[in-house]
């Protein structure tokens, strides 16, 4: 009968569970009777089955450990030769008088440290990756002192007492050394890990510390000619080869870099040094002889820590550069930003070489953006920058402010000051199909028009806005003199209504005290807000009597259709928003989005109390006139409901005679 993948643990949790309390009632059984001997369940014999248990279950887990399969499948061969190793010394050097050395039993114990090496490698690399140099020091610091407390505790003694045959001395110095590597690695895994938890490396950790032990006793003793076979230490080495076959059962952590606390990357290097330096003092202070190799490998501990105090000065100074970097320059275009260009500009206004401040700002990025997107932006916007810079070379220097806004400070020398802005307001323009990106600008003449930073920013950007929205108010005027031309063309009539309304809304913005850019937009959306009449036919346009509900339908919709022709000039989008929601009503009853009170746009608002106005006051195929006071009391009448109350007011405060209007206009 197989045993299912599930089953499969619970048993093996069992086995090592029997095989550990096995050992553990062995080292009682020695301690507690050594005199009595070892017999029954305690017999030599027995801690054999323990290590072939270990051995087997170690090639099990190989078999299912995915990527670590190799790396089990060599430790799991390494306890398979220490355990064929010890079933020769058991079988025929465990009772002898003379025990020769080396001999086959060594062969087995000593392949277990190459296997074991490899195979730890093949883990270790799995679960450590994309560490830093400094954190690989660490680990090679802490590898080199822990061989240096093993060569100091076990290595010296062992050496200093090696004599005979040179195959004796090379096995028994083999040891040491083996135990040493294996200590190290562990230490050096551990701290590339920043010494968090791992079930798997703590178990592997505990096995090699644990076979350790055991061999160090066995050397020292065996020097010092005190060693007994089946004595208390064996069961390190039985102990240890159990637990570095269990660590294999152990859940595998995540492949990933060590997360380093800031404590534990100053603490570990330093102490691990202190037990180099440990090292050290109790060869020199107590006049042991530890030997060349613990000296050696304490000072290269030592060495490692000086070389990681270097690796860590390097790295603070580029972690300072950097942060220097990403302070004074733009992260997009890496051009130098506000802050670099505040200290610039202190030193630019404390020398006495000629200096001009100018800022710009684009104009056209915003549909740029909107149609392409933000990635293509901002590629835009790297591409001038570079342009700039370029541009900039022999006269000046970059900056980029933020958003769509850069900046130049400029040393134009006999240079031609005009010549120069204007060159560099070229380099930030770009125009392909559908889209045409150029800069508005403003400068100041550093020492002469301005003698502060703050000053010259705020007066280079007054200029700059007051340039782009000339230049806005130009494109805009000429759109909306284009459209009204075309509006006469088709309706001659709707030219005085559209005069007379468009005088009303901008007497209405001024009283509402509206800034006189706004005042414009509200003006203009006044002069287009029949456009989209130009789409309705005349039949329905000059109906002499009442619209039926389809006419009302087709009629409603000019004011949409407004929107659309106004909204292809990207300079009066605000004034296209307005046309769309000049027949919306205060109390939301209107068209075509059913807007209501402070939703509907202030500018529409004013428009719609102006055109009811004046066409109540005008003679129509339908209504006759009204005069002027009677509209303006229906326009009381309908305040609140059909329109704004604060708009009405403000109409009737200002409007004044319309006989009077119409002659100012």
């Known amino acids: 009968m197989t045993l299912s993948r ?68 060599l430790i799991a061969l390494g306890i398979g030769t220490w355990t064929a190793g010890e079933i020769y010394y058991t079988q025929v050097l465990w009772d002898a008088s003379v025990i020769p050395v080396p001999s086959a039993a060594d062969i087995g114990y000593l392949l277990l440290c190459p296997l074991w090496f490899a195979g730890f490698i093949v883990i270790a690399r799995q679960r450590v990756r994309g560490t830093a140099k400094t954190v690989w020091m660490d680990g090679l610091c802490a590898a080199l002192a822990v061989g240096a407390v093993g060569a100091a505790v076990v290595f010296a003694p062992v050496a200093h007492a090696a004599e005979g045959r040179p195959m004796a001395v090379a096995t028994n110095l083999a040891y040491p050394i083996f135990d040493m590597v294996m200590v190290a690695m562990i230490a050096a895994v551990m701290t590339l890990r920043g010494w968090r938890f791992d079930r798997t490396f703590a178990l592997l950790g505990a096995g090699v510390v644990a076979f350790w032990v055991a061999d160090s006793v066995y050397l020292v003793q065996t020097a010092d000619g005190t060693y007994t076979t089946g004595g208390p230490y064996d069961m390190g080495w039985w102990l240890g080869l159990v637990l570095i076959s269990l660590a294999a059962w152990q859940p595998a952590s995540a492949a990933r870099a060590a997360h380093r606390e800031a404590t534990i990357t100053i603490v570990m290097p330093v102490a691990f040094a202190t037990l180099a330096v440990a090292v050290l ?33 390097r790295a603070h100074a580029e972690m300072l550069r950097a942060s220097r970097l990403e302070a004074r320059n733009d992260a997009l275009t890496a051009l130098p930003n506000r802050r670099a260009l505040q200290v610039d500009l202190e030193d630019a206004l404390a020398g006495t070489d000629r200096a001009v401040l100018v800022l710009f700002d684009l104009d056209g990025f915003k549909h740029y953006n909107d149609s392409f997107g933000h990635q293509a932006g901002d590629a835009l916007l790297v591409r001038l920058g570079g342009a700039l810079e370029r541009d900039l070379v022999p006269y000046g220097t970059a900056y980029r402010m933020g958003g769509d806004e850069f900046c130049a400070l400029m040393r134009p020398g006999l240079q031609p000051i005009a010549a120069l802005v204007e060159q560099a307001a070229r380099a930030l323009s770009e125009h392909g199909e559908g889209f ?10 550093l020492g002469e028009e301005a003698t502060d930073p703050t000053d010259a920013l705020r007066l280079a950007d007054q200029r700059m806005y007051a340039r782009k929205r000339s230049g ?92 659309r022709i106004i909204g292809e000039a990207p300079a009066l989008s605000r004034v296209a928003a307005m046309v769309r929601a ?8 209107g068209y075509p989005d059913g807007l209501s009170g402070k939703d509907i746009p202030l500018g529409a608002r004013i428009v719609a109390v102006c055109d009811a106005f004046d066409a109540m006051i005008t003679e129509r195929p339908y209504s006759a006139a009204k005069t002027p006071e009677a509209a303006e009391q229906e326009l009381r009448d309908c305040a609140g409901t059909q329109f704004d109350p604060v708009v009405v007011e403000a109409f009737c405060s200002s409007r004044g005679s319309i006989a009077h209007l119409r002659a100012v206009a």
């Open 472 to 563: 806005r108010s130009s494109v805009g005027r000429q759109t909306t003199d284009v459209l009204l031309r075309a509006l006469a063309e088709r309706h001659p009539d709707l030219d005085g209504h559209s005069c007379d309304v468009a005088l009303l809304a901008e007497t209405t913005a001024r009283s509402l005290g509206l800034e006189l850019e706004d005042v414009e937009a509200v003006r203009q959306a006044a002069q287009l807000h029949d456009i989209g009449k130009v789409a309705i036919p005349e039949t329905i346009l000059h109906k002499a009597g009442p619209l039926d509900d389809d006419e009302w339908a087709f009629m409603r919709r000019h004011s949409e259709i407004g929107e």
């Open 582 to 589: 000049s027949h919306e009503r205060f109390d939301g009853g």
């Open 436 to 445: 045409s990106v150029t800069s508005s600008w403003g400068s100041v003449i």
């Open 281 to 313: 003092g109790y060869g020199s202070l107590r006049g042991h002889h530890i030997g060349p190799l613990a000296v050696a490998l304490a000072c290269g501990s030592l060495a490692t820590v000086l070389g990681r105090l270097v690796l860590t000065f």
């Open 6 to 73: 599930t089953a499969l643990p619970g048993l093996v949790r069992g086995i090592y569970a029997l095989v550990i309390a096995w050992v553990a009632a062995y080292e009682v059984h020695v301690i507690a009777a050594p005199d009595v001997g070892v017999h029954g369940p305690f017999s030599k014999q027995v801690h054999l089955v323990a290590l072939v248990l270990a051995t087997l279950l170690c090639f099990v887990r190989a078999a299912r450990a995915g990527d670590e399969a190799w790396g089990w499948a």
